[in-house]
Nanobody, 124 residues
């Protein structure tokens, strides 16, 4: 069992940046791929970005490609999401998740453990 705790959310103006962090404890962090998801009010949870166990491979939703960067530090058991050029439509609760696999991180079904989420609000 892994515990995931997100931080770094907040209120930012359009065009601004935020960096989310997700600290993991419990299950071996470095053995599994990680991901970020988000859920806006009235919408389903959607995939944002994923990263392999080593950090050598990443994958992004088209809506954030070129603006968001996922990374991880296995020595610190932490995964990050750097968000630049934020838009009002990026407003959502952002969730960190751990995959059941080392190299599968593209779909919701790949993930088995979730954090509680952190709110990101982008004002226009």
């Amino acid at each position: 069992q892994v515990q995931l705790v997100e931080s770094g959310g907040g209120l930012v103006q359009a065009g601004g940046s935020l960096r989310l962090s997700c600290a993991a404890s419990g299950r071996t962090f470095s053995s599994y791929a990680m991901g970020w998801f988000r859920q806006a009010p009235g919408k389903e949870r959607e995939f944002v970005a994923g990263i392999s166990w080593s950090g050598g491979s990443t994958y992004y939703a088209d809506s954030v490609k070129g603006r968001f960067t996922i990374s991880r530090d296995n020595a610190k058991n932490t995964v990050y999401l750097q968000m630049n050029s934020l838009k009002p439509e990026d407003t959502a609760v952002y969730y960190c998740a751990q995959s059941r696999y080392t190299g599968r991180y593209h779909a919701t079904g790949d993930f088995g453990s979730w954090g509680q989420g952190t709110q990101v609000t982008v004002s226009s």
